[in-house]
Nanobody, 124 residues
Framework: QVQLVESGGGLVQAGGSLRLSCAAS????????MGWFRQAPGKEREFVAA????????YYSDSVKGRFTISRDNAKNTVILQMNSLNPEDTAIYYC?????????????????WGQGTQVTVSS
């Protein structure tokens, strides 16, 4: 089992940047694919980005492609979401998730463990 704790959220103006971090407990972090999801008020939780166990494969939603970058440091049990060119539509609670599967998934139901989330608010 792995426990996940997100940090780095906050309030930023449109066009600005934020860097979200997700710290994982345990000694098996490198055996999990990792993902970031977000949930805006009144909307369903949606996929943002995912990264393979080694970090060699990444996926992004169309809405963030070219603006967000996911990365991981297995030595530090950390996954990062660098968010640039933020706009008000990016306002949401951002969740980190871990997937025990081998394949990198983009759907919520494939992820086994979730963090509590961190709020990101982008003002216009």
């Amino acid at each position: 089992q792995v426990q996940l704790v997100e940090s780095g959220g906050g309030l930023v103006q449109a066009g600005g940047s934020l860097r979200l971090s997700c710290a994982a407990s345990g000694r098996t972090f490198s055996s999990y694919a990792m993902g970031w999801f977000r949930q805006a008020p009144g909307k369903e939780r949606e996929f943002v980005a995912a990264i393979s166990r080694s970090g060699s494969v990444t996926y992004y939603s169309d809405s963030v492609k070219g603006r967000f970058t996911i990365s991981r440091d297995n030595a530090k049990n950390t996954v990062i979401l660098q968010m640039n060119s933020l706009n008000p539509e990016d306002t949401a609670i951002y969740y980190c998730a871990a997937d025990r599967g081998i394949v990198v998934h983009t759907t919520l139901d494939k992820y086994d463990f979730w963090g509590q989330g961190t709020q990101v608010t982008v003002s216009s």
